[in-house]
């Protein structure tokens, strides 16, 4: 089962460039999942045929937003973080807004296990959001991952909003301490990790270069000069049966591309 996850930077734009649909052909995902579609549902032309479209449209129109086009027919898609995580962990005290209202996680069940998608908040450039990263978004999330974890496999994706290690992005030393790159959203990767959650991408590809996400600024994606912060994470249970995982750099459409992973079901 081919599984990929790509952060488009709004839905519309991407078919409009006539860069999705043959994304579509050559690549033949079995599950999408998508993140920041900044539309709802009625706003987007679009046709795959033998797919499901389940989408999680944020509130406020044009922003944020995640969706799960898949050609495996899911018994149930549940939108966002539980009502009594969001209470526990407060999220909805946050003063740019609860992120829960954003559309930021998609659950589809597939059966014999999960798959999750999630467009995490960013701490943004003067980390004012931070807090919301470190106290309360980054460990209500992964409660969720771990309360589905005890339940059925799980595999989650998504544009995580931070670069792991120090290889996951072209220049460390300049970016310490920034948004991204904080030592607490770096530990909020850490305890993912310590959960019991896997990096498929580091299951088959060491060292640097490997990056999914370029600014616009100074031709950075021709250059190479990127992050990677869009993963495909799989529980313990089922990390063996990843047989392959890999960045697709040469899809255009966004400031991000797609990753994968290939799964023996």
């Known amino acids: 089962m081919r599984l990929y996850s790509w952060n488009v930077n709004g839905i519309r734009a991407v078919i409009k460039k ?8 050559e690549h033949k995902p079995d599950v999408l999942c998508l993140q920041e579609i900044k539309a709802n549902e009625e706003q987007v032309d679009i046709e795959l045929p033998g ?9 406020r129109k044009g922003y944020s937003g995640t969706a799960i086009f898949s050609k495996i ?35 589809g069940d597939y059966g014999d296990f999960y798959i999750v998608t999630v467009y995490t908040p960013n701490s943004k450039g003067d980390l ?14 992964l409660a969720y991952m771990d309360r589905l974890q ?12 931070v670069a792991h290690t120090e290889i996951d992005l072209a220049r460390p030393k300049e970016n310490v301490g920034k948004h991204g790159f904080t030592n607490e959203e ?8 310590e959960t ?13 270069g490997h990056y999914s996400w370029w600014t616009h600024w100074g031709k950075a994606r ?17 990390v063996e049966t990843v047989e392959d995982a890999n960045i697709h750099a040469d899809v255009m459409g966004s400031d991000h591309c797609p990753v994968s992973c290939i799964i023996k079901t």
């Open 196 to 208: 019991g959650f896997h990096d498929t991408f580091r299951k088959f590809h060491e060292g640097d």
């Open 18 to 25: 006539e860069l999705f649909y043959s994304f579509i052909e």
């Open 51 to 59: 797919y499901e479209l389940n989408w999680n449209s944020a509130d």
């Open 222 to 238: 021709d250059r190479n000069v990127g992050w990677r912060i869009d993963y495909w994470l799989a529980g313990s249970d089922v």
């Open 150 to 161: 005890q339940e059925k496999p799980v595999y989650f994706s998504g544009d995580l909003n």
């Open 73 to 107: 027919k899911v018994k149930d898609f549940i939108r966002n973080i539980p009502t009594d995580i969001e209470e526990e962990f407060g999220l909805h005290d946050d003063p740019y807004g609860n992120p829960n209202t954003e559309g930021r996680v998609s659950l």
């Open 128 to 141: 004012s959001r931070l807090p919301l990263r470190e106290k309360k978004w980054d460990p209500a999330f």
């Open 186 to 193: 770096r530990a909020g990767f850490d305890k993912m990790l």
